[in-house]
């Protein structure tokens, strides 16, 4: 469980991005961030795992405090917390298998990462994720040679190879078309319900948001204005997160869609599978 | 591939083992050159001097301290040759690179079979020898002075412009120059519409950025006797004047901290 | 737009690089004072210029034809301690200038190490190498050692200043996904750092073995061995032909050694 008690982050230009949030993410609970820009989405996400250092209050991670702890100790906890990013953030000249290995960095000893040489049940592990969102056949590739699409799925295998309790996503979709941000969004959810991990997941998209997560936390200029279900976002609410629009159409949206969402994971992992032996049939043909 | 079945299990290593032992093998060889190549230097030298060496360089430190301010009334001249060397050469060279890099470029050269190599020479023969060489050269023809300098400037920075000039002149937008000739142009109106506005900011990057390496260079064009500051140098060194040379490497990193500063500034104004 | 109308014709000029007229101005008159101070103030000897002329004749004709024989031995000699120098030199400066490049990075470093590791490449870049060998020479002797010396340091300044801009441009969101996964701060480098730098860095590294070989032909003009010292002889000797001998083969060995090094860099990427 994940307990954030009033947290503060105040930036060096001296803006306060975060107002003492107390916040509470119970174990296997998907929650979804949402909020203007700079509302201090990113912020939190960053304070709880300390890669941008809080300025004031308090992280716990179960029975841990994240806030006082040195270098050391600090980096055994970032291993519990996978993290997700909005440009997927790959290391774009190491290879797939790399990249996903990179997930175990805080399990092995520099020399043994150094020469690649990791233990194989972390080696079988990550075969193992690869499979389940279907890049097993591009374990040798460099991940600049990947879709936005297939990128992503590579950043979800890496935070879960560390075997984390928590996974902080940041905008997972932001840099995806439609289509594929809903299959990463699916993806995150059902892998969340197998591993039973708690998430947090900082998005954009109302929609999605609504489609997905089992509860709703709406941030303002660094505060929390609303906590709750998915269906207890309305407009009233809307306006009082994001600021007056006209939110009907968004709500009724998500009423229409509902049932197309339950396209399946497989489904679409085939139309992939299809895509690359297009490609490599196009390669071979020239 | 890296990844191989083996019992039953997947097995994944960085690299196949073949590329992974031709890297070895790299490491190897150069590990061998580095090793034999120092066995050749260290065969040529006296070790006592280097085992001396540091005592040396504490007793020279000692005598470099303080440095000799007054001594500053007689540089300000010498510091005025030396930017004039590098400012004055660096014009002469432009000026001469231009044509230089025309004839070289692949696109705009009138002719590919005579012009060309020749001007590939002259570009790779200016930027083989170093500054100091042709200055020594020149000491001997023009006679010792700030004239040499300039020359010796200009002539080793022509390779270095033309050089950066015409892969600027190379790599501009082909469909550009196209449309300019499309409307009629004649060969030097396509080169003032469709070639210089797109080798503008390239051009003024390398000038300055030249500018630059030539302020470091001009300061030690007097060790040769081609005038400027390392005149002063070399005759405080000669002079075992170590409190005037302490002085003199200073306002050295003085002037080219502070040409450096003006050239970063210069391009960024541009780009 | 009352103009416009009025006026069969619009008078079109072309808009000045410069928008401030003073400014303009300013700059071209500041240019043309310049110019007339640093003319009037060069002290040039016309007439020794002049007499310059036939000199520099006899010293082209000098040149002509190339003796590469009586001094083959000599230049053999010298190539190959030049070589050797370079070599070394290279592997040894590079080695060293990465953790002075590592430390001269904004975002790497701490503070006093970042400016303490940008003073050592201040240092070493001001300084041409011939200055550095001078005091090399004093303190080790004449002989290659001394260049070597010499070429490593000046390699530390230019190496590490690019490592270190390279390092502070490189993409901080690859680097903070990794060291979000709790990796070390070696397995950061390693893993974040070394892949995103790493192809520039080693066709630089080439780029340097090309520039130390043509220093390697000039520190020897102060004692720093190498071709330089066989150069020097030559010049002092009045033996032009042999003199434009080695300058025929550095300009076919440095011309070998770019084009090498063209082809690598373009196999490495």
């Known amino acids: ?286 | 591939m890296p990844v191989s079945e083996r019992a039953g299990t997947k097995v994944w290593q960085r690299r196949e083992r073949g590329k992974q032992l031709s890297i070895w093998a790299c490491y190897l060889v150069g590990t061998a050159i580095f090793v034999y190549c120092w066995n050749l230097v260290s065969e040529k030298t006296i070790w006592m001097f280097v085992w001396d060496a540091p005592t040396q360089a504490g007793d020279l430190a000692t005598r470099m301290v303080p440095p000799d301010w007054a001594y500053i009334d007689k540089l300000w001249k010498a510091i005025w040759d030396t930017l004039n060397i590098a400012t004055l050469g660096t014009i002469m060279a432009i000026v001469m690179a231009v044509p230089v890099a025309f004839c070289a470029a692949r696109n705009t050269t009138p002719s590919r079979t005579v012009l060309r190599p020749i001007a590939l020479f002259i570009i790779v023969s200016s930027r083989s020898i170093n500054s100091l060489i042709w200055a020594l050269m020149l000491v001997t023809i023009l006679g010792p002075g700030v004239f040499a300098g300039i020359i010796a400037i200009a002539l080793r920075s022509i390779g270095f412009c033309a050089k950066l000039l015409y892969e600027a002149i190379e790599e501009i937008d082909e469909s550009q120059v196209e449309a300019v000739r499309a409307t009629g142009a004649s060969g030097p109106q396509v080169l003032a519409y469709g070639v210089v506005p797109q080798i503008m900011p390239a051009f003024a990057g390398i000038s300055v950025f030249r500018w630059d390496i030539n302020i470091r260079e001009s300061t030690v064009l007097g060790l040769v006797g081609a005038g400027g500051i390392g005149l002063q140098l070399n005759a405080s060194i000669n002079n075992l004047a170590w409190t005037q040379v302490s002085l003199i490497l200073l306002v050295i990193i003085a002037t080219v901290v502070l040409s450096e500063w003006v050239s970063a500034r210069i391009r960024h104004a541009i780009i | 737009m009352a103009d416009i109308s009025l006026s069969a014709s619009r008078r079109w000029k072309k808009p000045p690089l410069i928008k401030s007229r003073q400014l303009r101005w300013g700059l071209g008159l500041g240019f043309a004072i310049y110019l007339t101070l640093a003319f009037g103030t060069t002290e040039i000897d016309w007439g020794r210029v002049a007499e310059g002329v036939p000199r520099g004749a006899r010293f082209l004709a000098g040149f002509f034809p190339p003796d590469f024989v009586s001094r083959w031995d000599a230049i053999v000699d010298g190539i190959a301690e030049s070589l050797w120098m370079t070599v070394i030199s290279t592997v040894v400066g590079i080695a060293l200038s990465i953790p002075v490049g590592l430390g001269a990075a904004r975002n790497l470093a701490p503070k006093p190490v970042y400016y303490f590791c940008r003073a050592i490449l201040a240092v070493s870049r001001s300084f041409q190498e011939i200055i550095i060998a001078i005091f090399c020479v004093k303190l080790f002797g004449f002989g290659p050692f001394a260049g070597f010396v010499t070429l490593s340091f000046a390699t530390i300044g230019f190496y590490g200043k690019l490592l270190a801009e390279d390092i502070e441009d490189m993409d901080p969101v690859q680097a903070e996904a990794v060291r979000a996964t709790g990796a070390g701060w070696f397995q950061w480098l390693n893993y974040a750092v070394q892949p995103q730098v790493l192809p520039r860095m080693i066709g630089l590294g080439l780029y340097r073995l090309d520039i130390n070989f043509r220093e390697s032909a000039v520190v020897g003009i102060v004692g720093a061995g190498g071709i330089g010292a066989t150069l020097t002889t030559a010049f002092d000797r009045y033996e032009f032909d042999s003199a434009a001998a080695i300058l025929l083969v550095i300009i076919a060995i440095v011309m070998a050694v770019e084009y090498t090094s063209g082809y690598v860099r373009k196999w490495v990427q």
């Open chain 1, 1 to 286: 469980m994940l307990r954030l008690q009033n947290l503060e982050k105040r930036y060096r230009t001296g803006d306060l991005a975060l107002k003492g949030v107390d916040l509470e993410v119970p174990d296997g609970q998907i929650m979804a961030l949402i909020g203007p820009s700079g509302a201090g989405k990113s912020t939190l996400i960053r304070c709880t795992n300390r890669l941008v250092e809080p300025t004031g209050g308090k992280v716990w991670l179960n029975d841990m405090e994240l806030t006082g702890l040195g270098a050391g100790a600090l980096r055994r906890a970032r291993r519990s917390m996978g993290m997700i990013f909005q440009e997927y953030a790959l290391v774009e000249r190491l290879s797939v298998m790399e990249n996903v290995l990179s997930g175990r960095l805080g399990y092995v000893g520099f020399w043994r990462s150094y020469f690649r040489r990791f233990p194989q049940s972390d080696i079988d592990e990550a075969f193992r994720l690869l499979g389940r969102v279907g890049l097993d056949h591009m374990v040798d590739k460099r991940a600049d040679e990947l879709s936005g699409g297939q990128r992503q799925r590579v950043g979800i295998c890496r935070a879960l190879a560390q075997n984390p309790e928590l996974l902080l996503v940041d905008e997972p979709t932001a840099s995806l078309d439609p289509k594929t941000s809903r299959q990463i969004m699916r993806l995150i959810c059902e892998l969340c319900k197998e591993r039973k991990l708690s998430a947090i997941v900082n998005i954009h998209d109302v929609m999605l948001a609504q489609m997905f997560a089992e509860r709703i936390v709406g941030l303002k200029l660094g505060e929390i204005v609303y906590d709750g279900p998915p269906d207890g976002l309305t407009a009233e609410v809307l306006t009082e997160i994001y600021g007056e629009e006209d939110w009907e159409a968004t709500i009724r949206k998500v009423d229409d869609e509902d049932g197309e969402a339950e396209e399946s994971l497989a489904e679409s992992l085939h139309d992939d599978h299809r895509a690359v032996v297009l490609d490599r049939n196009l390669i071979i043909g020239n």
